[in-house]
């Protein structure tokens, strides 16, 4: 990178890729196996494929990869003007996140990842418009790769990258509900390419694809002339171009990263010399995109077909918006060359590339082909491999009826339903499984022992029978194990037995008494006894000493013995009896609700309505289907305990019309969590940030 004198914008240079003098011939490497290929038509019939005309390659239903959605085929308008694989669709109208997961991979192997996206008014609404497009975003694996927004529902919209495959056998293709629209897709490509291509995509970090051109060229190329399937789409309607061939072979370098193929270099434009024009011009604009940023690499391409006299030259000078980005680079004879940025170009919202002859004297320039890319950095980091195994083994052996799909715990805001995840270390872990109410039938499956670090799992309310696993001992930081309502065998094997006598782990049946203490002899009868002689000493003296400073400060009032603590605390999940009235505060009428209640009140939180210095405030539904608002403790407030006492104590005294009703708490090792009535108009400052925010805030309901 280099600052230019003059000026407030930093270029980045383009380098020429000359890598060796001595050419060794043409080296093509044989085609990959298209059998490696996955190509899918999304919506057509369960179990049905075909072979496609144009590249011999066979397209399969989609109903082996995902198991959501409804298929659709476009409107009867469109149906005559697209090739096969859009005439089809899948949409999502019942989730919030649909993955498709694409295997046999390789990992760490790159491929090309390809989706198109045609509406052709499917649903009959001609949702697809400039005013109100339809939106919704594009994921490979746990990163957003773009948000798609359909604006004309004639259009083919295409999503592309090239990628390295980060998990272990798959790639997820995923398609997020944003609230703006119904996501749908109609065709889905893989494609395997060689590791020594584009060097710069890494497993940190993709490029996704702005444009692939086929210069000078009358139509598209792609496989089987492209053995990697890259689609190279010829320019038309350019009045200031002229095309130019050659039938030549085109050589390589021997270690061409782009392997650009033979018949896309044999094509080029030249400046037609319309108008005076003896440059080559072209550009593209950011706006409107759907890119996630504004920063570009591209890559342009360029052979001479010409055998050059001693005395002709067609050296060029290269500017991007006016500034010099390369001089004075001459084409290779029939040699496949490339210029590519080797840093991403300096955002700009238009790119403006000029290609002009750096003397007067000097041919017009050429330019065969061109790339343009955006990079994808990847952020978020996916789960832990040997869990995401053992869920979804869990996920197939019970066919678990849920929304369970892409990653089980990355992005967090898309963790599966039931699952909770720590991220405190990479890559995320689950440490609980709720699986109650799910309508699992057999034995408890054998893959919760690959869970390492679950620590409670809840698996009542189920017909599961058989015994419980020996297996299970394997877990070591297993602190709770529910079987409440099912119809496993209350015996408790011997790798798990020991953990229970020591009292780190608790399993819940139906009614069953608690775990007996472990046999004891008698000198540590004596130390036990010792230590609760002590211990109810130290306890009396401290409630002596409480009592006295409450005296001290408000004489003749002391403590309610009959009132529970606020420090009382609840294990993750409590049983799942509805909640009853409790004594805790001064108000008869507030509830205590059990954390698995929680999640079932937010939907596993699933509803941002707000944010507060305690922490952000979710939408809920009771039972009863009341709407709620529940502030959730943030773990990152170091007043959580302090406001979570001070707020319960304050609020369950004081009654005013105009202050919102407290309905219950929660109370979870550090999670605190507070159940007020919903305010279905909003507050005050609802009401003055705007009408877009109090849309998205008035619509909530307990449908």
């Not at 990178?1 to 380098?15: A, T």
């Not at 039938?247 to 037609?272: G, H, K, L, W």
């Not at 440059?279 to 001479?304: K, M, V």
Request: aromatic share 12%; hydrophobic share 35%; glycine share 6%.
């Amino acid at each position: 990178m280099e600052k230019r004198s003059g000026s407030s914008y930093y270029w980045f240079w383009l380098l020429l890729q000359i890598l060796l003098i001595n050419v060794l011939g043409l080296h093509c490497q044989p085609p990959p196996d298209s059998t490696s290929f996955i190509s899918i038509d999304c919506g057509i019939g369960d179990g049905t494929s075909y072979v496609d005309n144009t590249t011999g390659l066979t397209y399969v239903s989609d109903d082996a990869y995902i198991d959501l959605g409804k298929d659709y085929t476009i409107g009867s308008t469109y149906l005559s003007s697209f090739r096969l694989q859009l005439t089809t669709l899948r949409s999502f109208p019942n989730s919030t996140r649909s993955c498709y997961t694409l295997r046999p991979v390789v990992q760490y192997y790159k491929y090309l990842v390809r989706a198109y996206f045609l509406y052709g008014n499917y649903d009959g609404l001609h949702k697809a418009n400039t005013i109100n497009p339809l939106e919704f975003d594009v994921y490979i694996d746990v990163n957003m790769l773009m948000t798609m927004s359909i604006q004309n529902e004639s259009y083919t919209y295409r999503a592309e990258a090239l990628i390295v495959a980060v998990v272990n056998s798959s790639v997820s293709i995923c398609l997020v509900n944003t609230g703006n629209g119904v996501p749908f897709i109609s065709s889905l490509e893989l494609r395997r390419i060689d590791s020594s291509l584009y060097t710069l995509v890494n497993d940190s970090f993709y490029l996704q694809v702005f444009a692939r051109r086929n210069l000078g060229a009358t139509q598209t190329i792609r496989y089987p002339t492209d053995p990697y399937d890259r689609i190279w789409t010829e320019l038309t309607n350019a009045p200031y171009w002229t095309n130019i061939n050659t039938t030549r072979p085109i050589e390589y370098f021997t270690n061409d990263e782009y392997r650009v193929p033979v018949a896309v270099m044999q094509t080029a434009v030249t400046p037609s010399g319309v108008g005076g024009v003896t440059d080559i011009a072209f550009h593209w604009d950011f706006a409107d995109t759907g890119f996630r940023n504004n920063q570009f690499y591209i890559n342009l391409y360029f052979s001479e077909f010409d055998a050059l006299l001693p005395n002709q030259s067609r050296a060029v000078d290269i500017f991007l918006n006016g500034e010099i980005a390369r001089a004075d680079y001459a084409p290779p004879y029939l040699l496949a060359d490339s210029l590519y940025s080797i840093d991403p170009l300096n955002p700009n919202d238009t790119y403006l590339w000029e290609i002009k002859p750096n003397d007067s004297f000097n041919l017009p320039p050429i330019l065969n082909a061109l790339e343009i890319f955006s990079p994808m950095h990847l952020e978020n980091v996916t789960t832990n491999e040997r869990d995401v195994d053992a869920i979804n083994a869990i996920k197939a052996q019970y066919k678990v009826k849920k929304q369970w799909t892409g990653d089980p715990c990355s992005p967090v805001e898309y963790r599966w339903a039931g699952l909770n995840c720590s991220y405190i270390s990479e890559p995320p872990s689950i440490t609980a499984v709720n699986l109650s109410y799910s309508e699992l039938t057999g034995e408890i499956s054998p893959s919760f022992s690959e869970l390492s670090a679950i620590n409670y799992l809840d698996l009542s309310y189920n017909n599961l029978t058989g015994m419980i696993p020996d297996v299970l001992g394997k877990l070591s930081q297993l602190k709770v194990l529910y079987l409440m309502q099912t119809n496993i065998d209350k015996t408790i094997p011997p790798s798990l037995s020991r953990r229970v006598n020591d009292q780190l782990l608790q399993i819940i049946f139906d009614n069953a008494p608690p775990p007996s203490p472990p046999p004891s002899s008698n000198n540590k009868t004596i130390v036990i006894v010792i230590s609760v002689i002590g211990g109810c000493f130290v306890l009396i003296m401290a409630v002596v000493l409480v009592w006295w400073c409450i005296w001290k400060r408000h004489p003749g009032s002391v403590p309610n013995p009959g009132k529970r603590h606020l420090e009382e605390k609840n294990s993750l999940y409590d049983t799942p009896n509805p909640p009853q009235p409790h004594s805790l505060t001064t108000n008869p009428h507030v509830m205590r609700f059990s954390y698995t209640q929680l999640i079932g009140i937010t939907n596993n939180f699933a509803k941002k309505i707000g944010k507060g210095g305690f922490g952000v405030v979710l939408h809920g539904c009771l039972e009863n289907g009341k709407q709620v608002a529940v502030k959730l403790n943030s773990q990152s407030s170091p007043q959580g305990e302090k406001q979570f006492g001070a707020e319960v104590q304050n609020l369950t005294r004081i009654h005013h019309k105009n202050l919102v009703e407290l309905i219950g708490y929660c109370i979870h090792g550090e999670g605190l969590a507070l159940v007020y009535e919903y305010m279905a108009q909003g507050s005050l400052h609802d009401h003055l940030i705007g009408y877009e925010t109090m849309a998205l805030l008035l619509n909530n309901s307990c449908k």
